[in-house]
């Protein structure tokens, strides 16, 4: 009966904890700050506001401004304290959570072989366009192409670019394209969010098993 009883207790205490932190991950929020850390322009310390922001659980991902933020806070009040703590003006982009880890199971990127030279990258809206264009697209129209508009999915825009100086223009387009502020990050930084959004529920899991 006692180890009836603790088998029980372990299997509650296991189910409880996946509850728990996959309840976290869907209240979990990432934020990209657009054009900082940039040849020298609007230049801050990542660490450092991620150490401001540790009330809210914040990780800290990368130089370019992309944060986790893991407590539950209003996407409201989340805009408004980094505002607050940075020493500019800056956009904001903040997307749930749950949206990344969607992205990850899905394979946008099928008909993209990984190879040298060329990048994967995500565009993230800073909300739903009233229209878009059709694609994919590619830049330049003609000739040996730079950047590829693969689909979006959503506040998502999946592409990938060759490494060229003249990739940063194009990209710059996107804003016009969609007829609202975008932010981009290469994949393997939406696979490491991914990965904060899931370490804990790994952690937990692994102490409920003890």
């Known amino acids: 009966m006692i180890r009836v009883n603790l088998h029980y207790q372990l299997e509650y205490g296991r189910r ?26 609007r230049t801050f310390r990542p660490t450092t506001l991620a150490e401001h922001l540790k009330h809210l659980d914040a990780v800290n991902i990368g130089a370019a401004g992309t944060f986790v933020i893991r407590r539950r806070v209003s996407q409201a009040q989340l805009n408004a304290e980094i505002t607050r703590r940075l020493p500019f003006d800056a956009d904001i982009v903040i997307c749930h959570g749950r949206d990344i880890v969607r992205l ?5 990127f ?17 909300k739903r366009p009233r229209s878009a264009p059709s694609m994919p697209m590619r830049f330049p129209s003609s000739g040996k192409w730079l950047l590829q508009i693969l ?10 670019y060759r490494r060229h100086m003249k990739v940063i223009s194009y990209l710059g387009t996107l804003d016009r394209l969609f007829g609202v502020p975008v932010t981009t990050r290469n994949w393997n930084t ?5 990965k904060v959004l899931g370490k804990k529920t790994h952690l937990h899991d692994e102490a409920a098993r003890k």
Do not use: Y
Not at 17 to 35: F, I, M, Q, Y
Not at 104 to 108: G, Y
């Open 16 to 41: 409880w904890s996946e509850n728990v932190w996959k309840c976290r991950k869907h209240v979990a929020l990432v934020v990209l700050l657009r054009g900082v850390n940039v040849g020298g322009h």
């Open 104 to 108: 990850m199971s899905q394979n946008h």
């Open 110 to 126: 099928k008909d993209q072989p990984v190879r040298p030279g060329l990048v994967r990258f995500v565009s993230v809206l800073s």
């Open 151 to 160: 689909a979006r999915d959503d506040r998502f825009v999946f592409g990938v």
């Open 190 to 194: 939406i696979a490491t969010i991914a």
